[in-house]
């Protein structure tokens, strides 16, 4: 079974496993990750969206030899130790989460948007195809603006 190698959060990781596995199952199953949602499992919810190399993945649809030598951020790297990244804080701030199922896949969603175009209008906002089953969208767009007037 090949081996791929990979910084996670910050962190070097090594896993073996077959090369057409989904990293969404690495990082749940194999290194025990929570955050990344199971959702959809075809990249469609965008639950368990999450970062590689600084830009938005599915990983439920990203098989982990695309990772290899790679960088990968899930929502549990992207607070700087415990300070919150400024969009989780907005996030707080905007009270957004109702379930908080979607909510990781939300805010990383956010901050790839953020890094692209530090000032999205509502248009860029809406555009972000994550499924929030509760609706939460005005208080997503709210955060996702409140965190943009912060960075």
Known sequence: MPTFTFTLNGEPTTIEAPADLP????LRDHLGL???????????CKACTSHL????ISPCTTPVAQCDGG???????LADGDTLHPVQQAWIDED???????????IMAA????????DP???????????CRCGTYVRIRSAIKR???SL
């Open 23 to 26: 990293l969404l199952w690495i």
């Open 34 to 44: 929570t955050g990344p949602k199971y959702g959809c499992g075809v990249g469609v």
């Open 53 to 56: 190399d600084g830009a938005a």
């Open 71 to 77: 960088t990968v951020v899930t929502i549990e790297g």
């Open 96 to 106: 957004v989460a109702q379930c908080g199922f979607c909510q990781p896949g939300q």
């Open 111 to 118: 901050v790839a948007l953020l890094a692209e175009n530090p």
């Open 121 to 131: 209008t509502d248009a860029d906002i809406d555009a972000l195809e994550n499924v």
């Open 147 to 149: 965190a943009a007037a």
